[in-house]
T-cell receptor, first 117, second 112 residues
Framework: GAVVSQHPSRVICKSGTSVKIECRSLDFQATTMFWYRQFPKQSLMLMATSNEGSKATYEQGVEKDKFLINHASLTLSTLTVTSAHPEDSSFYIC?????????????FGEGSWLTVV | DAKTTQPPSMDCAEGRAANLPCNHSTISGNEYVYWYRQIHSQGPQYIIHGLKNNETNEMASLIITEDRKSSTLILPHATLRDTAVYYCIVRGAHGNTGKLIFGQGTTLQVKP
C-alpha cells in the first residue's frame, strides 16, 4: 500500500512553545490530508481536513488558531500546535488520499506522540 | 455520516478464523464500508473496503449482506499479531473529502 510518513515520531516540548509535526506522502500525491488526535484508550478524533493549496476545514470544537495546518504541496502537510499546554499531550495521526472518489483508500502515518511538560 | 455498531471486544483462538461483525443499517447507496485496524501506539492500518460485492485480499475477506445493512470482516487464520482494535467505518463522498470518522471499534484478542 501507499506510504505516509510522519515526523517526528515522538516530541517533548515545554509549555507555551510551539511544535510542528510533518506528514508526508512518500509515493503518491495527496490531494487531501486529514489530521487526527487520540488520547489513551480512546478512538481517533478527526481534527481537520486539508486540501492542497487551500485552507484547512476544522471539525467543530477544534481551535484553528491553536492547531495550524498547512498543506503547501501535494506531498506535505504540517500541523503546528501553538502555545502548547500539557492537555495538548496526545497521539497525533495524519492520513492522506489521492483523488476524490469515496472508493479511494486513505492511508495513515505512524503517528506522533506529543508530550508537553 | 452513516454510523456503525460493533461489539466492544472479541476473543479468537490462534489459527482459527476471526469473524468481526459490523452493523450499518443507515448506510446509503454510494457509501463504502472500510475496515482498519490499530495495533497499540501505531497509526491505523488499512485492511479492506467494499461497496456491494464481497471482497478478498491477502489480509482478509469482507462479506457485505445483500441489503448492505451489515458486514463481516473475516481473518481466515488469526495469529497473535492480529490482536488489535478493528474499526468498521462507512465512508461516503462529502463534497470532495470523504473523511473517515472512527467509532470505538472492536478489540480483538487472539489467544494461543
Amino acid at each position: 500500500g501507499a506510504v505516509v510518513s510522519q515526523h517526528p515520531s515522538r516530541v517533548i516540548c515545554k509549555s507555551g512553545t510551539s511544535v510542528k509535526i510533518e506528514c508526508r506522502s512518500l509515493d503518491f500525491q495527496a490531494t487531501t490530508m486529514f489530521w487526527y488526535r487520540q488520547f489513551p484508550k480512546q478512538s481517533l478524533m478527526l481534527m481537520a481536513t486539508s486540501n492542497e493549496g487551500s485552507k484547512a476545514t476544522y471539525e467543530q470544537g477544534v481551535e484553528k488558531d491553536k492547531f495550524l495546518i498547512n498543506h503547501a504541496s501535494l506531498t506535505l502537510s504540517t500541523l503546528t500546535v501553538t502555545s502548547a499546554h500539557p492537555e495538548d499531550s496526545s497521539f497525533y495521526i495524519c492520513s492522506a488520499i489521492t483523488g476524490h472518489s469515496s472508493g479511494n483508500t486513505i492511508y495513515f502515518g505512524e503517528g506522533s506522540w506529543l508530550t508537553v511538560v | 455520516d452513516a454510523k456503525t455498531t460493533q461489539p466492544p471486544s472479541m476473543d479468537c483462538a490462534e489459527g482459527r478464523a476471526a469473524n468481526l461483525p459490523c452493523n450499518h443499517s443507515t448506510i446509503s447507496g454510494n457509501e463504502y464500508v472500510y475496515w482498519y485496524r490499530q495495533i497499540h501506539s501505531q497509526g491505523p492500518q488499512y485492511i479492506i473496503h467494499g461497496l456491494k460485492n464481497n471482497e478478498t485480499n491477502e489480509m482478509a475477506s469482507l462479506i457485505i449482506t445483500e441489503d448492505r445493512k451489515s458486514s463481516t470482516l473475516i481473518l481466515p487464520h488469526a495469529t497473535l499479531r492480529d490482536t488489535a482494535v478493528y474499526y468498521c467505518i462507512v465512508r461516503g463522498a462529502h463534497g470532495n473529502t470523504g473523511k473517515l470518522i472512527f467509532g470505538q471499534g472492536t478489540t480483538l484478542q487472539v489467544k494461543p
